[in-house]
């Protein structure tokens, strides 16, 4: 069974930065392009980023390209997001998983942007 495990949430002034893990179990971790999604409360869990095999290209949703930077390790089987130039908007519960979605959602890591 994989599991996805996120951490390095936390709060964070406007403007701060942030970088999240993802550890991930599963012997072909490194053949899945992974992904960040977040959801904030009340509304539905979005698409953030991702991270390709092989290349590792990357790709960005539109509000976050130019401040956040996937990156992954296939060595350790991790995911990170690096967030900076952080906005109150970006407020809400982060999740990886692979891209489309596929596997069981971890229990996500709360990321709070607030003076």
Do not use: H
């Amino acid at each position: 069974q994989v599991q996805l495990v996120e951490s390095g949430g936390g709060l964070v002034q406007p403007g701060g930065s942030l970088r999240l893990s993802c550890a991930a179990s599963g012997r072909t971790f490194s053949g899945w392009t992974m992904g960040w999604f977040r959801q904030a409360p009340g509304k539905e869990r979005k698409f953030v980023a991702r991270i390709s095999t092989g290349l590792g290209l990357t790709y960005y949703a539109d509000s976050v390209k130019g401040r956040f930077s996937i990156s992954r390790d296939n060595a350790k089987k991790m995911v990170y997001l690096q967030m900076n130039s952080l906005k109150p908007e970006d407020s809400a519960v982060y999740y990886c998983n692979t891209v489309p979605p596929s596997l069981d959602w971890g229990q996500g890591t709360q990321v709070t942007v607030s003076s």
